[in-house]
Each structure stands twice: as C-alpha cells, then as structure tokens.
C-alpha cells in the first residue's frame, strides 16, 4: 500500500514543478512584454517633445510641459528607468526599500522642478494663481517647474517664504540622496572631521617637535659659545676708557665693574645667526643640486663638530691611536687661544680707534672661522698611526660640475607632444603621461588606448626613431610595475655622472655591506647601490669602448672606500695588462696583479682549494657560511687555530684570452666557484668584451646570475648576455643594462666616469701607508699549481705516444683519406662507436692536421694524403713538418 501511495504522489510533484516553472517562464515572458513596451512608449515621449510625431506628438508635448515643466526631457527616461529597476528587483527581499528608492527619485525630481520656479520668481507670480494657470504657463513656455512642481512651490511659499522653502528643499534633497546612495551624510562629515582634526593635531605635534628641536640646537651652540669664551685668559676682557695714566692698583678693583664688551653682545648676534640658520634648513628643495651645495656647513659650530668635520674631509673614517687624539686635541685648543686672543686685540683695535660696531668687528670673525685641523695631517701617515688603514680622502675624486647640462623642460615637452603625434598618424592613440630625465637618456611613458596592442608599438621604433632624428631609441614594453609603455630617447646634452656624487649619496654613505659598490645612475637620477655579496657573481660584457673597464675600475674604488684590508681581499687578473696593473701593492691586494694566462687558470685554481679549505672550517666550528665563522672566531678569541677569513672578490678583465689558452681549466674553476663559492665568501667579477657562446659558455652563465651588458654589436650577443634583446640598442660610454638577480627585468643605468688621475691619485695614497703585504704562502700555492700545469701541458705537447689518442685514430684516418670524405655518421657505422666517441676522434684528427674545420654543413676538407698521414704516424708532428 505504501509503494503505491508513493506511486501516485510522484505524478502530483512533478505536475507541481511543471506549473511553477510554467509559470516564472510566464513572468518573465510578461516581464520582457513590459519592458519593450516601456521602451517603445520612453522613445515616443521624447520624440514627441522635439515635434517629430505630428498632432497627437503635440498634444502629448503640451501636456507633458504642462504638468512637469523642464522635467519633461528626461521624465520618459527616468519613467523607464524606475520600471526596469522595480522589475528587476521584485522578487527579491529589498521590496520596500526599492519603493522608497523610487518615491524618493520622484521627490527628488519635483525639488528640482521647485528650485527651478524659484530661480525664475515664478513661486510668487500674481499671474499664477491657480493650477490651470501654470498649466499652461508651463506649457507655452516649455519650462519652469510645471503644474505639480509648482503648486507645491506655491503653497510652500505662501506659507514659508522663499528662506523657509529654500531651507525645506535642500533638506529634502539630502535625505533623498542618502536614501538613494545609502550613504550616511552625518557619518561623512564625522569622517572628514576626524580627517582634518588629525592632520591638525598631527601638524601640530610636528610643529612642537620641530620647535624644540630648534630651541635644544640653539642652546647647546650658546653652551659652547659660553664656555669657549671663559676657557679663555684674563686678557680677553677689556677696560672701557683706560689709559697710560690709569693706575693699575685700582684696575684689578674696577675689573668686575668693567663691562665685559666680547661678552654681552655676543649671545644676542649668535641667537640671530642661529635662528637664520635655523631657518635655511627649513626650506626643502627639490630637485638636483651639487654635492658642494649640500655640504656646506652652519656659520658657527662647536670645537667637537669641527674636529669631526676635519676628520671627514680628510678620510671616511680614520684611524687613530688615542694617544694622538689627546695630544691633537690639546695643541688645537693652544693654538684656537692663541688666535682669538690675537683677532679680540685686533677687533677692540679697531673698535677703538673707527668707532665702527660691534657686530661689524665680530661677523666676519665669526662667519669666516678656519678649520682647527689641517686637513694634511691625515693625508701623511704618521709613525704612531702606520700599519693601519686610512681611508682615502673623497677629495681626491673630481667634484660634480654645478652647472651641469641637460635637455630643458620645453625640449622634453616638445618632444613629448611630438611623440603623441608621431604615434597618432601611424593610428596609435596614446597619451604620454610621465617623462623621467636621466644622465644620458630621457624616457617618455606612453598610456596606450584600450585596444592598442603593445606589438604594434614595437614595430614602430624605426619610424619614430626617424621622426624623432634620434641616434637610437629603446623601447620598453610594458614597464614593469606599471600600466605604460617606456620609450627611452638619448638626451641632446648629455650629463657626465662622476664617481664622487655616488660616494656621497645617502644610498651608499648609509649601506653597512663591507661589498658594496656605487653602479650608477638610473633613468630617473636615481643612485644605484648593491651589495655584491647578494648578487652573488656578476658577469660584465660589452664591446670594446662602451665603458666595461671604467665599470670595473668604479667597482673596485667603491669597495676600497668602503672596506678594509682585513676585511676584504682582492684578487686582479688582467691579461690586457695595462688595464689593472696600477693597484699594484694596494692594501686589498691578496698576490699582485696577475697578467700571465697561464698563472691565472692557476690562481682560480687556488681559490678553488680555498673555498674547499673554508668549507671544512666550517663544518668544524659547525656553521654554514662566513659570517657566521667569523662570530663564531669572536666567541673564541684568544684561542689557537681560529682566524677571521676576510671576503674575497675575485676579477677577471678579459676571460676570452683566458679561454683561448686554458678553456677546460678556468671553465671548471669559474663554473665550481660560482656554484659553491658563495657561502664561502669569494665572489666573482667577470668581464669580457667578446660575448659569444665559445667565451661565456653555458655552464659560466648558468651560474652567473647577475649581468651588466654593456653596448655591444648585435641583438646576439645581447641575447647571449641578458637572454633578451636590449644591449644592442645603449649608446656607449656607460650606458649599461644592469640585471642583478633580484630583478624581473634589467633597468637601464649610466655607469660613473672615473679618470686615470683620479685612480693613480687614490693608489698613491693608499701605497704611502705601506700596509700592503702580500700572503708569501698564495703565491707559493699559485706558483706550485702553474708548475704542475706546465709540466702537463709540455708532456703532452711533446709525448709522441699521444696517451690520450683514441685506439681507432690511425684507422680511422686512413680510412678518411681513402674515402676522401670526412664524416662522424661514417666513422659510426664503419668503426660500430657511439656520436660522442666518433666526434672526438674526428676532433683528434682535426688537430694533427689531417682533416679542416667544421664549416658549418659543408663536409670537411681532406689536408693529408696517405704518405704524408704515415710519416706522420712514424716520425711525429716536429719532424713531418720540418720535411
């Protein structure tokens, strides 16, 4: 019985289901109806109240005016509108509250018709009485408020004159809006006075700061000022009126009665220097400016600030015994005594006998006080303080030039404008939205339109290279972290980025990595600093005269400006040896400059055991990587065996010479350092100016992963370097792409110009401290290795058993020279060996001269005949070719 009850409730669910589908199918049928009739009945009103459908037009327009007034223009619209949105929302929970959206548009509406009345003193207008009235006022004119809006306005009037109404009006329209937008109006303006109320309290706050700040400033130059002037002897104070005839007996009872004339008017024209000081740090500037400018220092500072001054003029930070200090220290407090006793005299001299004032006779005393140390003092190295290493005076690097070219604003704006325009008439729309200045190159940025595909941008770079008479440009497409598109121009005027203002910069003065090196300049002005412990191996390529050397040359003066001998230890391989051979007996050096091909494959070699040497150190004192061995040496100082390790920084300036004469040595070695050498804290520098694949190799550049390209020749060797296009399009002379591995994309920077005079100016400074000792037991290593490579490479150069040749090299020859044909795939075949093995015997025989060069897919040319490949066999290379 139950599975037949079940039976027959089935038929009743689903006829059930089948209405209530049937049904909302219908209501939404019906609900499509409406809308289209809505629709149809919207366009007609509008044409009708623009005179486009005849007589029954006309009389639908008289009365549409009559009753809404102006509002009749975009009542059908509004009519539609709130019918679509009460159908689109009926069936939801928000019923009432769509309702009340409704009502409150259309009160909203007939505020507006109201406030138009009233514009047009329509509300107290005798001739409108009655509604019929305005009716047809309304209508005739074709505005106003209309026959509903304005009885309203009417009776509103009459009742609360025209301020009550107005007033009734704009608090209607408010809570029309708030209904509408849901949007509290009390919340918003109890937002935007919190908001003013906290950028008051918070200016305030800064101010206060600010002030005292100020104030502490100024009391501690008044303290120093005070006791400076009572560290001083009795003859700074002077008697007013005193003569020969003066009896000195009484003068010592008359002294404190004396006013004290360098006393008392001194504090109130320090008080004003001060607050005038005070007020030119004030000032923000923006902007480039040189770095002679941002140094300047205060009109009066204290002995201590003058010393630290001094002392940073002369060195970054040097070194000196405390004994030295106190004895420096004592002779300049003789010496500053000695000469304000001199310039008081001098000044109450002249006080006395021109009568001029006080503050003429001690202003230029003040503002033109000379330094209390000579800044030679720390360019000579002492005997207390030799041995230790002072760095080099900034000082000794060219200073930027202030008035410093560069294209002006109405160039780049031109420009601009010119681009859009260049684009335009090619049917690219876009708009250019930011343009960012640097050394040598301007980049424009580029908003494209919605639907301009960045490809068709890229193609243009000829033509707006033509249209433009631009040497090159680059385009960078998209700019990363942004919605644009970089069109980078080189500068009319180019600025010439020197070396100091980098090692002045906030970037590089702030940085505590003994590693860090000052790159350049961006496209925005911007310095570029890195620590090249992070990088953690940087591989530099470029052609010949686009700025590789200068490169390296900046990189090694960053770091001897930075870090010390006992930190950081360098090893220079230069086999161009002109090039880096003026660092010569430097502090930094580990073993001179190495020069000889042979001996570099043997100093990587060297580092090589070195990184294996450390790593077993680690292991020992259970740490991971250099830094922290050397925590673990401080915990354990005193103790024997333990030794701070400094980094070392290996640089290479040439490799592909290095790769003509030892490849498989200096590949392995640079490949293994740069896989493991990190932790280690020996980090590579590599340069070359022949970027092919045969020089930097797959294996080099797989573990290189940061790269400075460079100009260089072709959109190859580009890809060879960066993997992408790019270097091919830089101008020379330090115009750099510079790609640390941190980076998603490299960004373009102008490398600094440091001069030979400036490099040998630093050398020499550094070689008269005589701290340089090179390590006896490196070089012995690095001697012991090229002497066992040179015994390898001359057995094999002079065994004529050839140990290496493979067991089918005889036969395989003769089989060539019979075939006259050159082939791997024969020498397969015939011989039953694998590609690899029949590649290497044709390489073997390629090198005794039996068979020519690959040339690409043409076969190999037969050198030898048969006589000649035997005389060979029998009596070696030596003799077959002296025959």
């Known amino acids: 019985m139950s599975n037949q009850r079940k039976r027959r409730r089935k038929p009743g669910r689903a006829s059930t289901r089948s209405q209530q589908s049937y049904r909302s199918e219908n209501y939404a049928l019906r609900d499509e109806i409406i809308c289209i009739v809505l629709l149809f009945v919207m366009i007609l009103l509008l044409l009708c109240n623009f005179g486009f459908c005849g007589k029954v037009g006309d009389l639908l327009s008289h009365v549409m005016f009559g009753l809404f007034g102006i509002l009749a223009y975009i009542v059908p619209v509004l009519l539609a509108f709130a019918t679509f949105f009460y159908i689109s929302n009926a069936g939801s929970r928000n019923t009432d509250l769509v309702v009340m959206k409704i009502v409150a548009g259309v009160v909203l509406c007939l505020q507006f018709g109201i406030f138009t009345d009233l514009l047009m003193g329509r509300l107290n207008d005798a001739s409108l009485a009655t509604l019929a009235e305005r009716y047809e006022s309304s209508a005739a004119i074709r505005g106003g408020g209309g026959a509903i809006a304005g009885g309203i306005g009417a009776f509103l009037y009459r009742y609360l004159s025209d301020t009550g109404t107005i007033l009734l009006v704009i608090v209607l329209g408010i809570i029309c809006i708030v209904i509408l937008t849901e949007r509290s109006f009390i919340e918003g303006l109890r937002r935007g006075t919190m908001a003013v109320y906290s950028k008051a309290e918070a200016d305030t706050a800064e101010y206060l700061s600010h002030r005292k700040e100020r104030r502490e400033q100024r009391q501690k130059r008044e303290e120093g000022a005070s006791r400076k002037r009572t560290s001083l002897p009795r003859a700074r104070k002077y008697a007013v009126g005193m003569t020969s005839d003066t009896d000195l007996k009484q003068a010592a009872e008359e002294e404190p009665e004396q006013p004290d004339r360098l006393t008392e008017p001194v504090l109130p024209v320090l008080r004003q220097q001060a607050d005038e000081i005070n007020d030119i740090h004030e000032i923000t500037i923006h902007g480039s400016f040189s770095p002679d400018e941002k140094e300047q220092a205060p009109t009066f500072i204290s002995f201590e600030k003058d010393r630290e001054n001094n002392r940073l003029a002369t060195g970054n930070a040097s070194v000196v015994s405390p004994q030295t200090e106190k004895k420096a220290r004592e002779e300049d407090i003789k010496e500053e005594e000695t000469k304000e006793e001199k310039e008081a005299v001098e000044n109450d001299r002249s006080f006395t006998e021109e009568g001029s004032s006080l503050h003429e006779s001690l202003s230029p005393r003040v503002e033109h006080r000379k330094p209390l140390a000579k800044p030679k003092a720390a360019l000579e190295p002492t005997d207390q303080n030799r041995g230790e290493y002072i760095f080099p005076p900034i000082t000794l690097l060219k200073a930027p030039n202030r008035n410093r070219g560069g294209d002006s604003r109405i160039h780049l704006k031109e420009t601009a404008q010119r681009l859009e325009k260049i684009l335009h008439t090619f049917g690219v729309n876009a708009k250019v939205t930011d343009v960012s200045q640097g050394p040598t190159v301007t980049r424009y940025e580029l908003q494209p339109e919605i639907g301009v595909k960045v490809s068709k941008i890229l193609n243009l770079s000829d033509d707006i290279k033509l249209n433009l008479a631009a040497t090159d440009i680059?385009?960078?497409?998209?700019?990363?972290?942004?919605?644009?598109?970089?069109?980078?121009?080189?500068?009319?005027?180019?600025?010439?980025?020197?070396?100091?203002?980098?090692?002045?910069?906030?970037?590089y003065q702030t940085s505590t990595a003994a590693l860090t090196f000052a790159v350049g300049k961006d496209i925005a002005g911007e310095t570029i600093v890195t620590d090249l412990a992070k990088m953690p191996h940087l591989l530099i390529a470029g052609s010949t005269g686009s700025g590789k050397s200068v490169c390296i040359n900046t990189m090694i003066l960053s770091l001897l400006y930075k870090s010390r001998p006992e930190d950081v230890k360098l090893i220079m391989i230069d086999p161009k040896v002109v090039e880096l051979n003026v660092y010569n007996s430097i502090p930094h050096l580990l073993i001179p400059v190495v020069t000889d091909?042979?001996?570099?494959?043997?100093?990587?070699?060297?580092?090589?055991?070195?990184?294996?040497?450390?790593?077993?150190?680690?292991?020992?004192?259970?740490?991971?990587?250099?830094?922290?061995?050397?925590?673990?040496?401080?915990?354990?100082?005193?103790?024997?065996?333990?030794?701070?390790?400094?980094?070392?920084?290996?640089?290479?300036?040439?490799?592909?010479?290095?790769?003509?004469?030892?490849?498989?040595?200096?590949?392995?070695?640079?490949?293994?350092?740069?896989?493991?050498?990190?932790?280690?804290?020996?980090?590579?520098?590599?340069?070359t100016q022949r970027p092919s694949v045969d020089v930097i190799t797959g294996l080099i550049k797989a573990n290189m992963p940061s790269r400075i390209a460079f100009a260089v020749s072709s959109g190859t060797d580009s890809r060879t370097i960066l993997d992408m296009n790019g270097a091919e399009k830089l101008l020379g002379k330090g115009d750099m792409l510079f790609f640390p591995q941190s980076y998603s994309k490299p960004i373009r920077v102008q490398g600094a110009f440091v001069s030979d005079k400036e490099i040998q100016d630093i050398t020499d400074f550094l070689k008269k401290q005589e701290t340089n000792s090179y390590q006896e037991d490196v070089q012995e290593a690095i001697a012991t290795m090229e002497g066992i490579a040179g015994i390898g490479t001359a057995g094999m150069e002079t065994n004529e058993e050839a140990p290496d040749r493979d067991e089918y090299f005889e036969d395989a020859g003769r089989f060539i020279i019979g075939k006259e044909k050159a082939s791997?795939?024969?020498?397969?075949?015939?011989?039953?060996?694998?590609?690899?093995?029949?590649?290497?015997?044709?390489?073997?025989?390629?090198?005794?001269?039996?068979?020519?060069?690959?040339?690409?897919?043409?076969?190999?040319?037969?050198?030898?005949?048969?006589d000649q490949f035997e005389d060979y066999l029998l009596n070696g290379p030596a003799k077959e070719s002296a025959s």
């Not at 065996?641 to 590949?667: R, T, W």
């Not at 791997?824 to 690899?836: E, P, V």
């Not at 590649?839 to 690409?856: K, P, S, T, Y």
Request: charged letters at 25%; a neutral charge; glycine letters at 8%.
């Open 474 to 507: 680059r385009i960078e497409a998209p700019i990363p972290g942004k919605v644009a598109v970089g069109i980078e121009v080189p500068n009319k005027e180019n600025i010439t980025v020197t070396l100091r203002e980098l090692l002045e910069s906030q970037a």
């Open 597 to 687: 091909p042979k001996k570099a494959a043997a100093a990587l070699g060297w580092a090589v055991a070195e990184m294996t040497r450390r790593y077993k150190k680690f292991a020992d004192a259970e740490v991971r990587d250099l830094s922290g061995y050397n925590k673990f040496v401080e915990l354990h100082q005193g103790e024997e065996g333990y030794e701070k390790l400094p980094q070392i920084v290996l640089i290479v300036d040439e490799l592909a010479d290095l790769m003509m004469v030892s490849k498989n040595e200096v590949e392995t070695a640079i490949c293994r350092l740069a896989q493991l050498a990190r932790a280690a804290g020996i980090h590579l520098i590599i340069a």
């Open 824 to 866: 791997i795939g024969n020498l397969q075949r015939i011989f039953k060996i694998g590609f690899n093995r029949a590649a290497r015997i044709m390489d073997q025989l390629c090198e005794a001269g039996v068979v020519g060069e690959e040339e690409g897919t043409k076969p190999r040319k037969i050198l030898m005949t048969m």
